[in-house]
């Protein structure tokens, strides 16, 4: 039996300019920070021929492309896997749709198990890769890359996205800074799931149509991102909250379906208890609002008293790996 786990994220700066229809013309870059939030992968040989699937659906198939789940199924063509002995479970900390990423954490688990069940090792990178491989090439998915890096190589770390390559090296952080930042950064569920691809597919066709209005945002997203990192570097975390504000409202501009009423309503309360700056997590239209936070008594009763629970989190500097190999 394989048991994997790969982190879930939070975006700290950059978010959106991952996506090829920017990075590809301009080059994209993103702050992805991985938390102690996790989707795993349970993977076992059995001893009757099939292939038995256990996600938010139970498939059972004879063949691979018989398999309905597109990432399983491209997973196990990718791999070459021959063997249709096997039975494959997932579960996760938090639900997907909710904006931190899960579908790269999944894909980056089930990749990584998949190698181990071949006893193949594989560096980040190249897990990181194939993911992307996946959901964008294969799939079509019209969705950026940082999830799937994020997850394979875990901590707080900078991308650099370009038609060739992505660059990645982890954000300087002083020891005490970190802390701080990690005790000072609160998550809270908006009570709304959605599937990014929508609010994604919109911002990628005008990003292809060199539509000037989000072209000049997602630029200005960039530099906002290039700028919260070296705020985060000096230990500027003041500043940095007021950022992640600034970043909201340009994000916002992206489309009409980003935030709504009641979102809205949750983050001016937050602002007028305890909260220097936040912004909602992912593609946006629901999941999680982050907010840098210098009270956190206030806030947390603020939330609460609208229906917002938090979801409690340490940052996780492991990545993609194998918990269980037996």
């Given at each position: 039996m394989i048991i994997v786990r790969s982190p879930l994220r939070i975006t700290l700066g950059g978010g959106g300019t991952d996506l090829p229809s920017y990075y590809e013309r301009y080059g994209g870059f993103a702050i992805g920070a991985a938390i102690d939030r996790y989707v795993y992968i349970n993977l076992h040989r059995t001893f009757q021929p099939g292939f038995i699937l256990k996600y938010s659906s139970m498939e059972k198939v004879?063949?691979?492309?018989?398999?309905?789940?597109?990432?399983i199924r491209e997973s196990l063509k990718l791999l070459k896997i021959d063997d249709n002995y096997?039975?494959?479970?997932?579960?996760?900390?938090?639900?997907?749709?909710?904006?931190?990423?899960?579908?790269?954490?999944?894909?980056?688990?089930?990749?990584?198990?998949?190698?181990?069940?071949?006893?193949?090792?594989?560096?980040?990178?190249?897990?990181?890769?194939?993911?992307?491989?996946?959901?964008?090439?294969?799939?079509?998915?019209?969705?950026?890359?940082?999830?799937?890096?994020?997850?394979?190589?875990?901590?707080?770390?900078?991308?650099?996205?370009?038609?060739?390559?992505?660059?990645?090296r982890p954000l300087k952080l002083e020891k005490q800074i970190l802390y701080d930042l990690e005790d000072n950064l609160l998550l809270f569920f908006t009570g709304y799931t959605r599937f990014a691809s929508g609010i994604l597919k919109e911002q990628n066709q005008k990003s292809k149509s060199n539509d000037k209005m989000m072209i000049d945002?997602?630029?200005?997203?960039?530099?906002?991102?290039?700028?919260?990192?070296?705020?985060?570097?000096?230990?500027?975390?003041?500043?940095?909250?007021?950022?992640?504000?600034?970043?909201?409202?340009?994000?916002?501009?992206?489309?009409?379906?980003?935030?709504?009423?009641?979102?809205?309503?949750?983050?001016?309360?937050?602002?007028?208890?305890?909260?220097?700056g936040g912004r909602l997590i992912g593609a946006g239209g629901g999941g999680f609002l982050m907010f840098y936070v210098t009270d956190h008594v206030r806030l947390r009763r603020a939330m609460s008293a609208v229906g917002l629970e938090e979801v409690r989190f340490r940052f996780d500097f492991e990545g993609t790996k194998v918990i269980s190999q037996s």
């Amino acid at each position: 039996m394989i048991i994997v786990r790969s982190p879930l994220r939070i975006t700290l700066g950059g978010g959106g300019t991952d996506l090829p229809s920017y990075y590809e013309r301009y080059g994209g870059f993103a702050i992805g920070a991985a938390i102690d939030r996790y989707v795993y992968i349970n993977l076992h040989r059995t001893f009757q021929p099939g292939f038995i699937l256990k996600y938010s659906s139970m498939e059972k198939v004879q063949r691979i492309d018989e398999i309905k789940h597109p990432i399983i199924r491209e997973s196990l063509k990718l791999l070459k896997i021959d063997d249709n002995y096997l039975e494959m479970a997932s579960m996760a900390d938090v639900a997907a749709g909710t904006g931190l990423g899960s579908s790269g954490s999944f894909t980056t688990a089930l990749l990584k198990a998949l190698h181990a069940y071949k006893r193949n090792l594989i560096h980040p990178e190249e897990l990181a890769r194939q993911a992307c491989d996946i959901e964008i090439n294969k799939l079509g998915e019209p969705i950026g890359k940082q999830d799937q890096y994020i997850a394979a190589y875990g901590g707080i770390t900078c991308f650099e996205f370009t038609k060739k390559s992505v660059k990645v090296r982890p954000l300087k952080l002083e020891k005490q800074i970190l802390y701080d930042l990690e005790d000072n950064l609160l998550l809270f569920f908006t009570g709304y799931t959605r599937f990014a691809s929508g609010i994604l597919k919109e911002q990628n066709q005008k990003s292809k149509s060199n539509d000037k209005m989000m072209i000049d945002n997602l630029h200005f997203i960039k530099e906002l991102g290039l700028e919260i990192k070296k705020t985060l570097e000096k230990g500027d975390l003041s500043k940095f909250g007021a950022l992640l504000n600034t970043h909201w409202e340009y994000k916002k501009k992206c489309s009409k379906a980003m935030s709504n009423e009641r979102i809205n309503h949750c983050y001016e309360l937050a602002l007028k208890n305890g909260a220097v700056g936040g912004r909602l997590i992912g593609a946006g239209g629901g999941g999680f609002l982050m907010f840098y936070v210098t009270d956190h008594v206030r806030l947390r009763r603020a939330m609460s008293a609208v229906g917002l629970e938090e979801v409690r989190f340490r940052f996780d500097f492991e990545g993609t790996k194998v918990i269980s190999q037996s």
